[in-house]
T-cell receptor, first 112, second 113 residues
Framework: TQLLEQSPQFLSIQEGENLTVYCNSSSVFSSLQWYRQEPGEGPVLLVTVVTGGEVKKLKRLTFQFGDARKDSSLHITAAQPGDTGLYLC????????????FGEGTQLTVNP | DVKVTQSSRYLVKRTGEKVFLECVQDMDHENMFWYRQDPGLGLRLIYFSYDVKMKEKGDIPEGYSVSREKKERFSLILESASTNQTSMYLCASLGDRVTYEQYFGPGTRLTVT
């Protein structure tokens, strides 16, 4: 089973601060997704990256896929309380068919 | 927009009961998945299905079975519920066979007493 290590596990910051969440593996992924999950709800897809070195921006969120397609990061600029939630990364390995490997998640709390 | 719905948001069952969790997607997706989510353990794959009447075991299939009689519906069955099956159950369908993006339902919080 491929492992996706996500860090940090918990993050509590003040509104306006910047933060970065990391997702690392020894496996090469054909694609990697980031999801956000709010309490009592299912994960919602934020972005998918497929090309090594790719950078995608979604308003204040910046997603990067490592050159070797083994790692990814999520950077949030000027965090807001509405960014609070569980952030999950998930990767697809070509040999695993349609199955995804999920990281354990980063619980982000942004305090007003 | 892809819509994945689950039959119940909250469910309380007694030990030994047979429990059915249903999931419906409206986008004609072939692949569907059932996960459970527990604190500190992340999302764990129970079963998945890649077509009608086709199913494959995930990482933790023990104590569960599934049914896929129609393409849009994927059911998870707990044959005899136990307290260690208290969890959040999430259904997902595969939206893109190139990027493997999955779309999740809102989840069912199951408590077995």
């Amino acid at each position: 089973t491929q492992l996706l290590e996500q860090s940090p596990q918990f993050l509590s910051i003040q509104e306006g601060e910047n933060l970065t969440v990391y997702c690392n593996s020894s496996s090469v992924f054909s694609s990697l997704q980031w999801y956000r999950q709010e309490p009592g709800e299912g994960p919602v897809l934020l972005v998918t990256v497929v090309t090594g070195g790719e950078v995608k921006k979604l308003k204040r969120l910046t997603f990067q896929f490592g050159d070797a397609r083994k790692d990814s990061s999520l950077h949030i600029t000027a965090a807001q309380p509405g960014d609070t939630g569980l952030y999950l990364c998930a990767g697809a390995v070509e040999t695993s068919g349609s199955r995804l490997t999920f990281g354990e998640g980063t619980q982000l709390t942004v305090n007003p | 927009d892809v819509k994945v719905t689950q039959s119940s948001r909250y469910l309380v069952k007694r030990t030994g009961e047979k429990v059915f969790l249903e999931c419906v997607q409206d986008m004609d997706h072939e692949n569907m998945f059932w996960y459970r989510q527990d604190p500190g353990l992340g999302l764990r794959l129970i079963y998945f299905s890649y077509d009608v009447k086709m199913k494959e075991k995930g990482d933790i299939p023990e104590g569960y079975s599934v049914s896929r009689e129609k393409k849009e519906r994927f059911s998870l069955i707990l044959e005899s519920a136990s307290t260690n099956q208290t969890s959040m159950y999430l259904c997902a369908s595969l939206g893109d066979r190139v990027t493997y993006e999955q779309y999740f339902g809102p989840g069912t919080r199951l408590t077995v007493t």
